[in-house]
């Protein structure tokens, strides 16, 4: 395959990706079945006693009455509501992150059905982060092992495997 028809070819695969990710960054909010922060903050009431879905940051917990208080942000990043979670027993701490599925009730509190811990606490997800990174460069690593950059092609070649022992005989 020629090279001009090779970039071509990948500038079109990357407008694609960035149009579809385009796309769904700005149909998010109007697909998704549960309200966000800022449908919580302007029309709470609306949504008493339905089934939702809450993700948030863990503020505080009471093991002994089984509650944790999460706080719940909008697109800002700011704090649209702090809702009390009733009947769970995650071991979280203050600074994780949790998700809980129950009904939602007046006074800013739920009843928890199940609770999912996403992070255990605030440093948990630099570390998912750091392990990530330094298993996206050993993969890299390895596959620049086996395989090698072709500039003038836009190819990759794979690397020989063969020793000069094995051409001697």
Known sequence: MRTGLRVAVGIVLLFGVVGLCIHYGATYDTNWPHPTGEQLATDYDEYVDDRILLIGEVQSTDPVDETLTIEIT???????????????????????????YGTLQAAETMTATETVVVNHGPTESQYKLAVSVVGILLAIGYFLTQWQLNLQQLTFNQRSTTTEADHNG
């Open 74 to 100: 909008d697109d800002a990043d700011e704090v649209a509501a702090e809702i009390e979670i009733h009947d769970t027993t995650a071991a979280v701490e203050p600074g994780g992150t949790v998700q809980a």
